[in-house]
């Protein structure tokens, strides 16, 4: 199936000008996935998982815009299909809602609130880059992913980790001119630090293919440790440096500090050959270029960000129940952009002081309470399971540990596709059968 779909969509990539050759592929590509899909909406949940990172090789495809809805698409299909699913599909039992549902219903109820307050273009853009994505967990809590289906999404995740590691090393040798002649912009995609080339992949920025490989290493180490004997682990293994290698092109300390922290947590709670890494990564940093160094350990973007909330502290404190859903960050600049208003766009950089900017204090707390408690629902699930799925269950643990540390300093449920794994993986380890815990 992923073949298929992959087939088609690279013949549109190298034949796009063509409109009728467009038109076909788009159209077969649609029937081989809906075909798929109709009979298990499982497989539409690990064909976006597969393909989302490459979102980014839109920015230099001969494709009408409209193409860039590709996996809004591919989502609302997946979850049309699972409303009408078969019954060998679906979930065959009742279960216990996930814990932290009730602060995601708070959280939405908040935002939709705010969102009729503010009307409009601005409302509309606001609520599908914060809430879209939860229809992929609707999905799989209906047609949860069976123990064969949760394999292959983590050897997805490996794989593509992989591709995308060495195109963002690749990239280093390449470099920003041969880049841009290819139709990446600089100051958009193509940025440096410290005179070096921040490397993106196959992503639109370097900020989501750093966000991606952290996730990537925090699903992945867990599972390879469990069963070193597997080849595919093994590779896994083995491929480390290039992942490593990888993330260290980025120059994106938010993903270093999500990692780091990530991999403290799973050293201490069940895999202490992690802990060992943590102390030779910190040494690493000192032998770094010069200019390098310097851009990766610098205070100034900190300092920076710290200006911007303090210029803000008066507004938060004059609207403590919020300004207004989507009055800042992606969903803001995405408004402007669609709406043609060339406006000055503030970007907080800290995903808690987003939310207390537009949602207040009640939507800061209901944020608070989402990450805890799906921190530890996480956890207590790998506590109850077994095998490989009680360590995927603690890469997700860790993956969220590490999604709610970045928040500090970056926007990070709109960074895509972050946001798409972040309630993929919650709906995976939230519909873990009961004979395997």
Known sequence: MLVGVNLALAATLLLGGDTTVLVVTV???????????????????????????????????RLPPLMSGWKEALTLLTFAAAVVAPRSARASARRRLPSWLPAVAGLGLLALVSAILVGGLQAVVALKIGFFYLLVFTIIWRCPLDGRERDKLVTILMVVGCITAVVGILQQLVGPERLAALGYEYNVTIRTAGGFLRSFSTFNQSFPFALFLMLVLLIGLPIALTDPRRLRNRLFLLAL???GLGLLTTIVRAAWLGLGVGLLYLGVRRFRALLLPLPLALVALLFLPTSLGAAALSSSSSAERVGLWESNVATVLAHPLGVGIGASGSASEKAAELGGVDASVYQPDNYYYKTLYELGLFGLWMLVLLLISAFLSARAAAVQLSGVDAALAEGISASVLAAAVVSTVATYFEIFPMDVYFWLLLGVVATCPHESR
């Open 241 to 243: 440096p290039v992942y």
């Open 27 to 61: 159209l077969v590509a649609a029937v081989i996935t809906g075909t798929v899909v109709a009979v298990r909406p499982q497989r539409g949940v690990l064909l976006l998982a597969a393909l989302v990172p490459f979102d980014g090789l839109l920015l230099i495809a």
